[in-house]
T-cell receptor, first 111, second 117 residues
Framework: GNSVTQMEGPVTLSEEAFLTINCTYT??????LFWYVQYPGEGLQLLLK?????DKGSNKGFEATYRKETTSFHLEKGSVQVSDSAVYFC??????????FGTGTKLQVIP | GAVVSQHPSWVICKSGTSVKIECRSL??????MFWYRQFPKQSLMLMAT?????????EQGVEKDKFLINHASLTLSTLTVTSAHPEDSSFYIC?????????????FGPGTRLTVL
């Protein structure tokens, strides 16, 4: 079946540091890939998505590139802010529109 | 666009009572909605897939008689936790797929925190 593996957190960074959260996946066919963000006490918000190989999703300074050869979709941001502190979920959509989530990575940005 | 709301945002109830949670797509129609459960510091666990006008499809291990799902319209799905017990306390999140935006992007509600005393 489909699966998503992302790096365990928590990840603690200083403000303006570079962020990478690794995500790899296993899936049949050609899934769409997503990053969702969850702020404390809230639901999930779609951060970015990519639907085919070599696509780059971007939003709010975050980027991720769909790498089929390495089955990866790593999340990056050049300069994080305190307001980026949240839990980030990598996910994919396979058959029947079901979403498979990674376990989530908590990011804490300190001033 | 693509906003999903949930009501209530939090609820506290006594053991043995039933609780209904609503999930609405505010600015789009959704033939398919999903219900998830999230335990503290964990990922989301899919409970069921709700299709408008038909019976919900439950994931393995989810009691369909305990978690009643009704998808009465293209903008509303409800989850009723029947005879709730403390172990049902959790964060329940719904999502919906927008027909207009394509078939593979789920938009999530803000979640409902259920506490059963």
């Amino acid at each position: 079946g489909n699966s998503v593996t992302q790096m365990e957190g928590p990840v603690t960074l200083s403000e303006e540091a570079f962020l990478t959260i690794n995500c790899t996946y296993t899936a049949t066919g050609y899934p769409s890939l997503f990053w969702y963000v969850q702020y404390p006490g809230e639901g999930l918000q779609l951060l970015l998505k990519a639907t085919k190989a070599d696509d780059k999703g971007s939003n709010k300074g975050f980027e991720a590139t769909y790498r089929k050869e390495t089955t990866s979709f790593h999340l990056e941001k050049g300069s994080v802010q305190v307001s980026d502190s949240a839990v980030y979920f990598c996910a994919l959509t396979g058959g029947y529109q079901k979403v498979t989530f990674g376990t989530g990575t908590k990011l804490q940005v300190i001033p | 666009g693509a906003v999903v709301s949930q009501h209530p945002s939090w609820v506290i109830c006594k053991s043995g009572t039933s609780v209904k949670i609503e999930c609405r797509s505010l600015d789009f129609q959704a033939t398919t909605m999903f219900w998830y459960r999230q335990f503290p510091k964990q990922s989301l666990m899919l409970m069921a897939t709700s299709n408008e006008g038909s019976k919900a499809t439950y994931e393995q291990g989810v009691e369909k008689d305990k978690f009643l799902i009704n998808h009465a319209s293209l903008t509303l799905s409800t989850l009723t936790v029947t005879s709730a017990h403390p172990e049902d306390s959790s964060f329940y999140i719904c999502s919906a797929i927008s027909m207009a935006a394509g078939s593979d992007t789920q938009y999530f509600g803000p979640g409902t925190r259920l506490t059963v005393l």
